[in-house]
């Protein structure tokens, strides 16, 4: 069973685009994190949400805890932005993580 | 200002051999994982600790043995590698259960 979905599994955009993606989960959590592994393989953590919303420069993420659902939102994407988003959730003694969101910006 | 390292970076052994993964942080986090991460797949769990002195099985620990005897350092031995094995290993760690995660670089193992 998969507790955690991602999608797109796949995303290419143009420089500048607004960018979407989304991630639905099936267990109660205390937090849910969104991650970033950068084509090298490091893996670094971007947000951590347990209600609303949080935005750190032109990334934004919110979360809506009765629908199980989160997403990251990317302003004016830029080709640096190419990286694997990930969706983790924590229901109480262990990280779950999605499969990954691989992201293409294009210049 | 190191973080959490792996150690090696990459590795080939045959089927039947063993080794030990390190792992190794500085910010005096409690709590220790090592992940196994395969294409198509999320970060799945192989064993934790939550201290100095504890180990707990994660999703997938068959095959696979840890030690936690210091604080900062997290070892996971493979005692007879099989060709299922092969993967990226990735080591992570946090102050508190559910708080943000410093992973290390990643240990990319080839078994033959």
């Known amino acids: 069973k998969n507790e955690v979905e991602q999608s797109p599994q796949n995303l290419t955009a143009q420089e500048g685009e607004f960018i979407t993606i989304n991630c639905s989960y099936s267990?109660?959590?205390?937090?849910l994190h969104w991650l970033q592994q950068h084509p090298g393989g490091g893996i670094v953590s971007l947000f951590m949400?347990?209600?609303g919303k949080k935005k750190h420069g032109r990334l934004i993420a919110t979360i809506n805890i009765q629908e199980k659902h989160s997403s990251l939102h990317i302003t004016a994407s830029h080709p640096r932005d190419s990286a694997v988003y990930i969706c983790?959730?924590?229901?109480?003694?262990?990280?779950?993580f999605g499969t990954g969101t691989s992201l293409t910006v294009i210049p | 200002n190191a973080g959490v390292t792996q150690t090696p970076k990459f590795r080939v052994l045959k089927t039947g051999q063993s080794m030990t993964l390190l792992c190794a942080q500085d910010?005096?986090?409690?709590?220790m994982y090592w992940y196994r991460q395969d294409p198509g797949m999320g970060l799945r769990l192989i064993h934790y600790s939550v201290g100095e002195g504890t180990t707990a099985k994660g999703e997938v620990p068959d095959g696979y043995n840890v030690s936690r005897l210091k604080k900062q350092n997290f070892l996971l031995g493979l005692e007879s590698a099989a060709p299922s094995q092969t993967s990226v290993y990735f080591c992570?760690?946090?102050?508190?259960?559910?708080?943000?995660?410093?992973f290390g670089d990643g240990t990319r193992l080839s078994i033959l």
């Open positions: 949400l347990s209600s």
């Open positions: 267990v109660g959590i205390s937090a």
């Open positions: 992570a760690s946090t102050n508190w259960g559910n708080q943000p995660q410093h």
């Open positions: 983790a959730v924590f229901p109480g003694n262990q990280f779950y």
């Open positions: 910010m005096n986090h409690e709590y």
